[in-house]
């Protein structure tokens, strides 16, 4: 009985850490407008994962748009506050995800959603 419980108990935890990246239509963000929680809560856990990924963006863009010298200034500090508002962002999806908060739709509290959707170079 003790193993059930087990099993049951992983199950749940691997469907709600997961559960917004199985559903079918979890490239088709951009058209919902209505997220579920497990949409919040994978929100959530890649925004603080991927946080760090706004400075060394900000320093590459603002390295190529000014000087080496402005990317690893102004950039560094840019970087760092974004980084801070997208860390910040997914700390309070994580832990409001079953709860309406602060919108009642569940949709994202910083635009663009996630880092790799910004505007700027991509990389493939």
Known sequence: MVEFKKIVSLALLFSCLFGGFARADFFDKFKMQHYSWGDKLGRGVVNIVSSPVEIARQ??????????????????????????????????????????????????????????????????
């Open 59 to 124: 320093i590459q863009v603002t390295s190529s748009e000014q000087s080496l010298l402005a990317g690893w200034t102004i950039g560094l500090l840019g970087g760092l506050g974004q980084g801070f508002l997208r860390f910040g962002a997914g700390v309070i999806d994580l832990f409001t995800f079953p709860f309406n908060f602060p919108a009642s739709d569940k949709g994202p509290l910083i635009h663009p959603e996630y880092v790799w959707e910004k505007p700027g170079p991509k990389y493939s």
